[in-house]
């Protein structure tokens, strides 16, 4: 999950998307998106079906053969498969204030773990998440933050079904990644080898790909509304064998709490597939210094 701001943005044409289990959105009040019934698994590539292909894959040229957000997927899918990992997110939200944000997520085994921190003058959000085993539940603490990378939490935690969960922000612990990356919510995408690198640009749909990570903002920060979004362009960065190394976020979007506010994120999120961290206890403080040297 990232911290969004307390303020949320959205394209400003219709777009219409035919799909298996049929899909329409449509503008309501100029820039509102209607999603109707929306089947997001039909907007999905299936990530262990990718995975599969790429290790079945016997040619030389990768790239070809695969499309850039398939390729991404299969990224993801590998780095999700891991039984340890951790990761980094560090970054600015720029509007009325610029706002800190902080992200850090750890799978050791059966037990996951997220902090998300979000600071500026106008704004203190902290939360921390568990959740053990895939279908396990949630259990979601809500602090605040003393500085851009600390935040202090009560043991009052609440307990949320898996699926209960999922439907208030998004996405459960397990599944790590937000954005819904599919070709069908792909504008434009780009690989290039640098280097035994593989550096992949996407150019998403700021309405589909961006459908769950709506309501995860909208419920943290209790926004008036769906956030809207302009753009969102993503730069993974992956290793000669397709393990996760960095992401690179920047993305537009409004969002309404009494009043309407344009926000301009630029995140890093740093990854370490097959690397054991413990989980913290709820008063121990991360590391983020780990996430590279942005500050």
């Known amino acids: 999950m990232k911290t969004p701001v307390i303020y949320i943005s959205i394209a400003a044409t219709a777009l219409g998307v035919g799909v298996t289990g049929g899909i329409i959105a449509k503008r309501m009040s100029g820039e509102i998106v209607d999603y109707g019934d ?3 698994n039909a907007l999905e590539l299936d990530g262990p079906t990718m995975l599969q292909k790429y290790e079945s894959y016997k040619g030389n040229n990768i790239e070809s053969a695969f499309t850039a957000p398939e390729l991404v997927v299969v990224g993801l899918e590998k780095y999700r498969s891991c039984e340890h990992s951790y990761s980094v997110g560090k970054g600015v939200a720029s509007t009325i ?4 944000v902080r992200n850090f997520q750890i799978r050791n085994g059966d037990d996951y773990f997220e902090e998300s921190i979000s600071k ?3 704004v203190s959000l902290a939360n921390r998440m568990t959740q053990h085993t895939k279908e396990g539940n949630v259990t979601l603490y809500k602090g605040s933050a003393s500085s851009d990378e600390v935040g202090s939490y009560s043991n009052n935690g609440k307990e949320y079904e898996h699926s209960a969960y999922k439907e208030y922000l998004g996405k459960t ?6 954005y819904i990356v599919s070709n ?17 640009t996407l150019d998403l749909d700021p309405d589909f790909s961006t459908y769950r990570y709506k309501f995860q903002m ?15 362009k993503l730069t993974f960065t992956f290793d000669k064998d397709m393990w996760l190394e960095h992401l690179h976020v920047d993305e537009s979007y409004k969002a309404k709490m009494g009043v309407s506010v344009t926000i301009v994120d630029n995140f890093d999120y740093y990854y370490f597939p097959n ?3 413990a989980i913290p206890e709820l008063d121990t403080q991360l590391d983020y210094s780990l996430g590279g040297k942005i500050k």
């Open 38 to 40: 929306v089947d997001t």
């Open 97 to 100: 204030v610029n706002q800190s």
């Open 120 to 122: 500026s003058s106008m």
């Open 173 to 178: 612990l397990n599944e790590m990644f937000i």
């Open 184 to 200: 069908m919510t792909t504008k434009d995408g780009k690989i290039e080898k640098d280097d035994d690198k593989y550096v992949i």
């Open 218 to 232: 909208k419920n943290i920060s209790g926004l008036d509304e769906l956030p809207t979004f302009s753009y969102v």
């Open 275 to 277: 690397q054991e961290m």
